[in-house]
């Protein structure tokens, strides 16, 4: 069986508005261990049919059997995963990475391996080659005839049956032009099947069969050479015959993962200003980010310290939820407030002043043309005091139309603003839930709180509220206020224990009873809370915008400075995929490393701050994941477009680049 058979192939260019016609119906057979030259002047397609030939661009129409399978129709990742393990190339500019030893460039290819390779195999090929001595040197310190034979035994490492050849000799001395030469005959001799590009006749005459080509279309092919019949496979290659396309399947493995984050670092450290300048824009924003949520925790801790100072001491009580099994029921389902509970309190414990025994339910209130549903909240005159509700405009409600149960109503702004508009409120009438009330005064604006519009309620006589509205004969909470800010904890435990009393519960029933201290101090805490909150995610926003650009220019120029790296990968069998991991590490590498240098100095700053400046600041474990965190969803995030960039380039394209 042939290993290569292509009929009628065709290949077309568009260079500008002029389309080349780089392939005109070539066909050709090529059988294992064949030694072929091809050659042809500039413009004749030889280079075209190569690169076709080792799968690193395809025909525009015709067909491509390697080895008896077909290839002119295979994904862009079957064909890298047939390249890495079917050819291998050898470059007229040798495409050594510039950074990495001898070694290192000989196993590259191993990365891609799904089923991982032998790892002395790289050192034995060098050693075949005449490098042992040499494998820990760079590019840089070998020479011409010495990288090339560095490029030959990278593509032997895969243990491939066909060697692709563009001008090997192209760039070499007389001395290593013939080394090379002698060193792909013993391969041939020893069963490879090569292909070589080139423009000199003697090294064509070293050749069994040299082909020319010319306006791509084969001119000749001569046979100067029989091919063996049954050519043996090079010592250590594995038995068997060659495969199809595979499956191809997730193969991002751990030594792969460490290769790559060992190119990062070396790519970091080889453009150290260009680094130092992306690495800037992560470093401030964690630094800002850390610095922030430190003065926000201070601040949170500050504003409970002083808030605490103000002696607030009003208390809350509400019926409790029982329990059947695990399941919890309704608060109030089993326990009730009454308003004789209110009186009990107030007449029993010395420490409170006063109640407010409250009622709440939902109304649809209506004036006019004009509907709203509003929360309906039925109380005490104390209650204006005690909540800091006196009207902006008009009056409360007394204690007199409370025992009367008149029909007034005090209007929250937002009602007000629903219903009325405009317009003054007071002394007109509105319907709630089809009742009648008169509008005698408009509550202070008390904003939003959580989830709930404090201005969004109708405050009612309780009495009207229960007996006239909502059909109560239980109140739903009583607020209590206590005399002194001292007396709060004995009075709560005095009220939990006056109404487990009057409730015949055990004294250590704390269930059928809640009695809530300092409500309105959480709620307080809670808007504040918010507050921080929303401002450290603008500042994280501005910082992920900022560090993302930063990292998102690093990982483009480096994506165009490497363009023949990543050709090289893929022809080496590296698919998309691999590619694209490849830049998202590096690109999380760099925004990790920015966030650790950021965590750091932002701990720097908030001690400075709360050394020097007097500000309470405080670091915790949270803040330090959440930077770690958005450092690293800074790389993802902004490397990803130039990591897609660069999986998606064409190799042949890519290895032309200059």
Partial sequence: MAVIDIRDLHKNYQMGEVEVQALNGVSLTIDPGDFVAVMGPSGSGKSTLLHILGLLDVPDSGSYRLNGHEASGLTENELADLRGREIGFVFQQFNLLARTSALENVSLPLIYRPNGADSTWPLKLLE???????????PSELSGGQQQRVAIARALVNRPRLIMADEPTGNLDSKSEAEILALLQDLNDRGMTVVMVTHEPDIAEKAKRVIRMRDGKVESDV???AVPKTPAPP??????????????????????????????????????????????????GVAALIAMLALGKGAKESIETRLASLGTNLLTLRPGSARTGAVALEAGTVSRLTLDDAKEIIAEIPSVDRVAPAVNGRGQ??????????????????YADMRASQPTFGRFFTD?????????????????????????????????NRVSFQVIGVLPEKGTT??????????MPLQTAMRRLLGRDYVDSIDIEVASAPEME???????????????????????????NMADIQEALSATSRVLS??????????????????????LVSVAERTREIGLRKALGARSGDILGQFLIESSVVSLVGGVLGIAIGWAITWIMSFWGGWLATVTTSSILLAVLFSGAVGVIFGLWPARRASLLNPIEALRYE
């Fill in 450 to 459: 959580g989830f709930r519009d404090e201005d969004d309620v109708i405050v």
């Fill in 400 to 432: 007199e139309e409370d025992r009367r149960r008149e029909r007034v109503a005090v209007l929250g702004q937002t009602v007000v603003r629903e219903l009325f508009g405009d317009s003054s409120p007071l002394g007109e009438t509105i319907r709630i």
């Fill in 235 to 284: 010592p250590g290659w594995q038995k068997g015959g060659h495969e199809g396309p595979r499956r191809i399947v997730s193969r991002f493995e751990l030594r792969e993962l460490r290769q790559h984050f060992r190119q990062a670092l070396r790519a970091l450290l080889a453009n150290k200003v260009r680094s130092a300048l992306s690495l800037l824009g992560i470093l401030i």
């Fill in 490 to 516: 004995e009075a709560q435990s005095a009220v939990q224990e006056l109404m487990n009393r009057r409730n015949r519960l055990p004294p250590d029933d704390d269930q059928a009873f809640q009695v809530r």
């Fill in 365 to 382: 209130a209506v004036y006019g043309g004009n509907n709203w549903n509003t929360r309906i909240l039925g109380t005490t005159w104390d």
């Fill in 534 to 555: 929303r401002l450290l995610a603008a500042i994280a926003a501005i910082s992920l915008l900022v560090g993302g650009i930063g990292i998102m220019n690093i990982m």
């Fill in 223 to 225: 046979r100067r050479e």
């Fill in 128 to 138: 075949n080659v005449g490098l042992e001595e040499r494998i820990h040197h760079k």
